[in-house]
């Protein structure tokens, strides 16, 4: 199976910094890679498909991009509502594996 | 707008089956393939498995002996079977539709399974 590393696992940023989080494949996706958000006592919701494609409805706010084994998706902004954990997400081989997850809150 | 909704039992006694279903409104369940995850509390996600409206299955590895999925296209749903769980199953279930090859695009609003005698 191919393992999906995050980093960092959480971090706190103030209102309008940009947050960067990695992700990274234990062997080569192309560009496979899927990023979602989740907020708590809710199910994941696509943000970012095939690396680095904004999901219809998205904020432009997000952005992903990378290929091969490294990962990165930012938020250009934060907002309150961004208040979530992330995850990257392969589908390069199966089984699908997610990444451990990156929460963010607010400082 | 496409709509899952997952239904079963919330407690299931160890060694038994966990059954589950996931219906599909706003949309046909033909030609998706449609995937089970789950997630135990505070922890990260699984991907189970998948089923393409045909019959077609992929399991998860780490779980294929114990998995069965089937589709019910004329109900529009689509179910999961996991035999012999133990308290390592409990988690909350999502069924979700699988796009693009392996974007999970909607899901349900997810069914926490516990199991316990």
């Known amino acids: 199976d191919i393992q999906m590393t995050q980093s960092p696992s959480s971090l706190s940023a103030s209102v309008g910094d940009r947050v960067t989080i990695t992700c990274q494949a234990s062997q080569d996706i192309t560009n496979y890679l899927n990023w979602y958000q989740q907020k708590p006592g809710k199910a994941p919701k696509l943000l970012i498909y095939d690396a680095s494609n904004l999901e219809t409805g998205v904020p432009s706010r997000f952005s992903g991009s990378g290929s091969g084994t490294d990962f990165t998706f930012t938020i250009s902004s934060l907002q309150p509502e961004d208040i979530a954990t992330y995850f990257c997400q392969q589908y390069d081989n199966l089984p699908f594996t997610f990444g451990p997850g990156t929460k963010v809150d607010i400082k | 707008q496409v709509q899952l909704q997952e239904s079963g039992p919330g407690l299931v006694k160890p060694s038994e089956p966990l059954s589950l279903t996931c219906t599909v409104s706003?949309?046909?369940?033909?030609?998706?393939?449609w995937s089970w995850i789950r997630q135990p509390a505070g922890k990260g996600l699984e991907w189970i498995g998948r089923?393409?409206?045909?019959?077609?299955?992929n399991y998860n590895s780490s779980l294929k002996s114990r998995v069965t999925m089937s589709v019910d296209t004329s109900k529009n749903q689509f179910s999961l079977k996991l035999s012999s769980v133990t308290a390592a199953d409990t988690a909350v279930y999502y069924c979700?539709?699988?796009?693009?090859?392996?974007?999970?695009?909607?899901w349900g609003q997810g069914t926490l399974v516990t199991v316990s005698s």
């Open positions: 979700a539709r699988t796009h693009r090859g392996g974007s999970l695009d909607y």
């Open positions: 706003g949309g046909s369940i033909s030609s998706y393939y």
């Open positions: 089923i393409y409206s045909s019959g077609s299955t």
